[in-house]
């Protein structure tokens, strides 16, 4: 929001305001001097670097294909540019005995996806182990789940819209988690589990050597051997060591993953190593046993004959391995002790950061280079259901009226509500009548969005919400020192308070496809007079920009002008238009805008921009 609001002020009082978002406090004085002396009024520094806004193309996203089912595919050029989206068959294959099928919606990202991917070890093939969904279909054998259930767990070939599973490798979703969380969670607490329970028999008090520790299978260790009552010992890069402090770890148990300096701060020994490391790591680490201690190898690229391992460390014991060996029923047995961990507080959810599926190649790379904390997900672009309710605020909107006729005449939604303060207005009536002539039942809901009670009341009444789309809006135009905590309420209110409201309210409605925020091209502009509006826009796109990390649907549009009459725009004058045309941007026709709002609800983009540009 403040982004927002200082733009304003560097347009309307020129060289006066530098705006610099830093990630540290050290230096900045020092960046905004260098800033100042290139001429440069805006710039966020991260980890050193200096970003500016410009105005460019967007990145290159994967497209799906055409047909229901596809999946992530690596065509086997070395690269993460080799990855595609290809057709398969999971929506129509009959289901073998033990087997239901899954709509997808979320998937977790590991290193063997890394390793499959650039095609590091021949034979290994398979992207895609583990994720959370909604049951579709069922073999008739399968007992325990139905139809409609949300699962999550082992899933192979999980980067797509539909995957088939044996009914033994899911459980059942907490009901407080989301897709994205659940979809964290399998791989990194089974292997976890597997490597230091089942296969090194971790004991209390025994020392265990956890390498990669801010990773997601890292980070679950360190929880079940707190859990056990083992001495934790851990590595990570630097940067990340206040990740494993946070975690309980004091600095003489922490040592660089990056650097072999870790035998020596624990030169002691150590009972059992869980290790992802390769070379010259694992013989540091093989060094370090103790007699009868055990090296648990999770890692793919540098698997070590056991006969070798035998003849060089005749008193440990050396096992290299891969999940699925433990055979179904295992799985399903260590499932449920995890799940009943979770419930007693025993175990936590790990950070995660979400990419969209399109975003594959950047989500993988980013893996590869480590620069993550916990668990990387994927989330699958949602398939509306024209049968669940759409919600629209601002119903006396034109903008809202436009939009609620666009999704029932060309989308074919069926259920929608639109609040309103003032539901007995003409133009709602011509609306109700006009759509229930093409089958669609519309109600007007009386609602105050800037009145949190009265959404939740709402909300809760709605069994099939799958669309939110938050038109609402009020300008109260001033120069910056006209505003007063008023005028900002004014805007504020109705645009970013509500926004939040709705963003709380619908937590728990897992069918949520869409969330959509009507944003302003103003908070990105800084338009002159429009310091309180800006601000509440530019908070629309922090917000979607956050349920995207969190992996829940959000998309919030940078609208430009609509060549429309409405509430907002009457009282726009020819030198406000003309102001406008001064920094390239024109009015659009509805069908632009409509077009528009249909395109950006494919990007794989949480916020972005929908403006008709005049350039010259």
């Given at each position: 929001a403040v982004w927002g609001l200082v733009r304003v002020a560097q347009a309307e009082f020129p060289g006066r305001v530098v705006l610099v978002d830093v990630d540290t406090p050290d230096g900045w004085l020092t960046s905004v001097a260098g800033l100042i002396g290139a001429g440069l009024t805006q710039a966020a520094i991260r980890t050193g670097r200096v970003r500016i806004p410009r105005l460019v193309r967007t990145t290159t996203a994967l497209t799906p294909p055409t047909q229901k089912a596809w999946s992530l595919h690596s065509s086997g050029g070395g690269t993460f540019d080799s990855l595609t989206l290809t057709p398969r068959d999971t929506d129509t294959r009959p289901l073998r005995p033990g087997e239901i099928r899954i709509a997808v919606h979320a998937a977790g990202v590991n290193f063997r996806d890394v390793v499959v991917a650039l095609g590091m070890v021949p034979g290994l093939e398979g992207l895609g182990g583990e994720g959370?969904?909604?049951?579709?279909?069922?073999?008739?054998d399968v007992t325990g789940l139905t139809i409609g259930d949300r699962v999550f767990g082992l899933i192979p070939d999980a980067f797509g819209p539909t995957a088939i599973v044996d009914a033994r490798l899911v459980a059942p979703i907490p009901p407080h988690?989301?897709?994205?969380?659940?979809?964290?969670?399998?791989i990194a607490y089974l292997t976890a589990y597997y490597g230091l329970i089942e296969l090194a028999h971790l004991r209390p008090g025994q020392r265990v050597l956890i390498h990669a520790a801010t990773g997601?299978?890292?980070?679950?260790?360190?929880?079940?051997?707190?859990h056990i009552g083992a001495e934790i010992l851990a590595t990570a890069s630097p940067t990340k060591w206040p990740t494993l402090r946070e975690q309980g770890l004091h600095d003489t148990h922490i040592a660089s993953?990056?650097?072999?300096?870790?035998?020596?701060?624990f030169a002691t020994g150590v009972d059992v190593v869980l290790n992802s490391l390769a070379g010259e790591y694992i013989d540091a680490s093989l060094r370090l046993l103790r007699p009868g201690g055990a090296f648990i190898e999770m890692g793919k690229t540098d698997i070590r004959p056991t006969d070798t391992i035998t003849t060089t460390h005749p008193n440990i014991h050396y096992q290299a391995f891969d999940l699925p060996e433990a055979g179904p029923d295992l799985i399903a047995t260590m499932l449920r002790h995890i799940l009943?961990?979770?419930?007693?507080?025993?175990?936590?959810?790990p950070p995660k950061t979400c990419f969209d599926i399109r975003q594959a190649p950047d989500a993988l790379r980013y893996l590869s280079q480590a620069r993550h904390i916990g668990k990387i997900v994927l989330t699958i672009p949602p398939t509306p259901n024209p049968h669940h309710t759409t919600l629209i605020t601002g119903g006396n909107g034109t903008l809202a009226q436009l939009v609620a006729r666009h999704l029932v005449h060309h989308h074919g939604h069926?259920?929608?509500?639109?609040?309103?303060?003032?539901?007995?207005?003409?133009?709602?009536?011509?609306?109700?009548?006009?759509?229930?002539?093409?089958?669609?039942?519309?109600?007007?809901?009386?609602?105050?969005?800037?009145?949190?009670?009265?959404?939740?009341?709402l909300i809760n009444q709605i069994d099939n919400l799958g669309t939110v789309i938050h038109t609402?809006?009020?300008l109260d135009d001033a120069i910056l020192t006209s505003l007063n905590p008023q005028r900002l309420h004014t805007t504020w209110?109705?645009?970013a308070h509500a926004a939040w409201t709705l963003h709380q309210a619908t937590t728990n409605h897992h069918n949520l496809t869409h969330f959509i925020l009507f944003s302003s091209i103003a908070a990105t502009l800084g338009n002159p007079g429009q310091a309180n509006y800006a601000a509440a826009n530019a908070y629309l796109d922090a917000l979607a920009t956050w349920r995207h990390h969190q992996g829940l649907p959000a998309t919030s549009i940078a609208w430009g002008l609509w060549n429309t009459q409405s509430t907002m725009t009457t009282d726009l004058t020819t030198t406000h238009h003309n102001r406008l045309a001064r920094t390239g941007i024109t009015p659009m026709t509805p069908t632009t805008a409509l077009t528009l709002l249909d395109h950006a609800l494919t990007t794989h983009h949480p916020t972005p921009t929908a403006t008709q540009w005049n350039l010259s």
């Open positions: 959370a969904g909604t049951i579709i279909d069922t073999a008739p988690w989301t897709y994205a969380q659940a979809a964290s969670v399998p997601g299978v890292g980070m679950a260790a360190v929880q079940i051997a707190r993953s990056r650097t072999l300096d870790f035998e020596q701060k009943h961990m979770f419930t007693n507080n025993q175990l936590h959810l069926r259920n929608l509500i639109l609040t309103t303060r003032r539901p007995n207005t003409d133009d709602l009536t011509q609306l109700v009548t006009d759509l229930q002539q093409h089958g669609a039942h519309i109600h007007i809901a009386t609602c105050d969005t800037t009145d949190p009670q009265q959404i939740h009341q609402t809006g009020i209110a109705p645009k």
